[in-house]
């Protein structure tokens, strides 16, 4: 039972676009400085599109350049970090709390669900 654990990893295989994956997997992470963590997994094919949808920034290694052979020729050892409150996300936290004006910035989201920042 993992309720109310945290770990170093998560592993997982092509199981879930990237985004479901650290959605499920952020949460169970640790944050230690300095030292490695985060979701890896193994992912096929062309990744740009489900890496953008995912909003994070993960390593990516080819398994073809450990393994040269044409099987894995598109496929990848992915990790993402668990993150520190960056400036992205220190803003939607303020968002979902209810704060939509910090100085003379105001924060909104546009009409893609992203974040819209503008100068008041």
Do not use: T
């Amino acid at each position: 039972e993992i309720k109310n654990k945290k770990f170093d990893y998560a592993i997982s295989r092509a199981v879930a676009p990237l985004r479901d994956l650290w959605q499920w997997a952020g949460p169970l992470l640790i944050k230690k400085a300095n030292q490695p963590n985060g979701l890896i997994c193994l992912k096929g094919g062309d990744l740009h599109q489900e890496i953008f949808e995912s909003g994070v920034r993960p390593k990516m290694m080819s398994i073809y350049e450990i393994f040269p052979e044409d099987y894995f020729q598109e496929k990848f050892i992915i990790q993402v970090k668990k993150p520190e409150l960056g400036i992205s996300n220190l803003l939607l936290v303020l968002l979902i709390s209810g704060i939509r004006k910090l100085g003379s910035i105001s924060i909104d989201f546009n009409d893609d669900n992203g974040l819209l920042v503008s100068k008041v």
